[in-house]
């Protein structure tokens, strides 16, 4: 059943195929280069790009910029304590600030951090500590048709693995991302988060959870754990997050707001050195790089985030969207996740190798082809990884129709059936540090 109606519009247009093509290759083809204005349905990112509700604009105009003890930081701290059950919270202007505040607070040079898949700024931000990201997927992880009902889990065995190899000592921190982007925006059970605590009390490690997209994984338990059949979604976000010692949180996701984030945890010691850190990079700890007004507008978002209609539709309409893409003959990651349709770029360009990038040759010819903007996670985003080529179509919240992903499959179609036309891509420039090149490399076709 759909939740929303639109009572605000934007007019979008497909520029022409000689526009795209030039687009495209003044961008270096990297889809990050090109402009908003010249992409027709626009699926980099879910996070901040989603539609906000009229609650959420009427919060705008309430908010108070005050700089210190503001009421909308007031908010934020009574909607973070209903929610997500955090007493204790540190505002940042996004998620990676709420990753730059924690894991340079917990992390130090030779240190391990375990996950159960690092995303790309958890990655780079673990790395910039001088600490070793490690990923501790489960089996079938990367099993793209597999039907497993919570693919996004932690590997307790691939842990204490590791921990069995460097040594309790040099494991800190544990982390575990709900859902897991890197899986495909996998859930992860709250069995298996019990598990994780456990884990991390015996190596006497801080446990984190990346809480970036938890309603969406609340909603996957309740349809997916016999526990927790039938039990509010608001119940199974405070149960599963309860059982961290901190949370990160990019409020752009399941803060369904266009900015902000914040560090939330109930002990005093890790929030006073959390504090200390925001001050320094982010601003006065009761507003964190963000104005008032977006504060607002987040903490209304949080409430909204955990409504059982607001739940159901986004991972129904995820779903339908990639029944669509199915029916058109699409490879994709099943079952899908709760934000975005990953597509196999693997199976759909199989004469690609993976030295040159089949995920970021998919993601330029659905461009090229109907104005279609996704964003490649593979050999590409993930250099020196073993994780499948895929391309990951995220669906910004209560923005797209059903045309929009009918558009989506039939340009995929299209590209497929000239499949074989299409180059491998070579890099011809990239930043310094590798974990993060995707955003700015550029690339140019290498015909074989």
């Known amino acids: 059943m759909v939740a929303y109606k639109s009572k605000v519009v934007e007019r979008i247009r497909l520029p022409s195929r000689d526009r795209r093509e030039r687009a495209l290759a003044e961008a270096g083809y990297n889809v990050f280069d090109l402009d908003a204005e010249d992409v027709f349905v626009d699926l980099l990112t879910d996070s901040g790009t989603g539609a906000m509700s009229d609650a959420q604009w009427a919060a705008l105009l309430r908010g108070d910029e005050s700089y210190a003890g503001s009421r909308s930081f007031a908010e934020l701290e009574s909607a973070v304590r209903d929610v997500m059950g955090f007493e204790r919270v540190v505002p940042t202007h996004q998620g990676r600030g709420a990753e730059n505040v924690l894991y340079g607070t917990l992390l130090e040079e030779g240190d391990v951090a375990l996950n159960n898949t690092h995303f790309d700024t958890t990655r780079a931000h673990v790395a910039n500590q001088g600490a070793d990201p490690v990923d501790c997927p489960v089996e079938g992880a990367h099993d793209l048709e597999s039907d497993e009902p919570f693919k996004g889990n932690f590997s307790l065995e691939r842990a204490r693995s590791v921990v069995d190899e460097v040594g309790t000592e040099r494991v800190p921190l544990v982390i575990l991302t709900v859902t897991n982007n890197s899986t495909a925006g996998q859930p992860v059970s709250v069995e298996n988060t019990r598990r994780v605590r456990a884990f991390a009390d015996e190596i006497d490690a801080t446990f984190v959870v990346d809480a970036c997209r938890f309603a969406e994984n609340a909603g996957f338990v309740r349809r997916r754990e016999d526990e927790f059949a039938g039990a509010d979604v608001d119940e199974i976000a405070r149960e599963q997050l309860g059982y961290a010692d901190a949370i990160v949180m990019s409020g752009k996701k399941d803060g369904l707001a266009n900015a902000g ?57 995820v779903r339908a969207f990639a029944d669509v893409l199915e029916e058109a003959g699409v490879p994709i990651y099943t079952p899908p996740g709760g934000h975005a349709v990953y597509l196999d ?24 082809e109907g104005g279609v903007r996704g964003v490649e996670l593979g050999s590409f985003a993930f250099p020196d990884t073993d994780r499948p080529e895929l391309v990951r179509l995220a669906v910004p919240r209560r923005t797209y129709h059903a045309e929009h992903f009918e558009h989506v499959a039939e340009t995929a179609a299209t590209v497929l059936e000239k499949r074989e036309a299409v180059d491998g891509l070579e890099i011809t420039s990239e930043p310094e540090n590798r974990e993060l090149r995707h955003f700015t490399a550029s690339l140019e076709p290498n015909p074989s």
């Open 345 to 368: 770029a693997g199976a759909a360009l199989p004469h690609l190798s993976a030295d040159e990038f089949p995920g970021q040759a998919l993601v330029c010819e659905l461009y090229r």
């Open 261 to 317: 984030g914040f560090v939330a945890t109930d002990d005093e010691t890790l929030f006073e050195r959390c504090k200390q850190r925001a001050i320094l990079y982010e601003g006065f700890p009761t507003y964190g790089g963000m104005s008032g007004r977006d504060i607002a507008a987040m903490a209304t978002g949080l409430r909204e985030a955990v409504d059982a209609a607001y739940v159901a539709d986004r991972l129904d309409g």
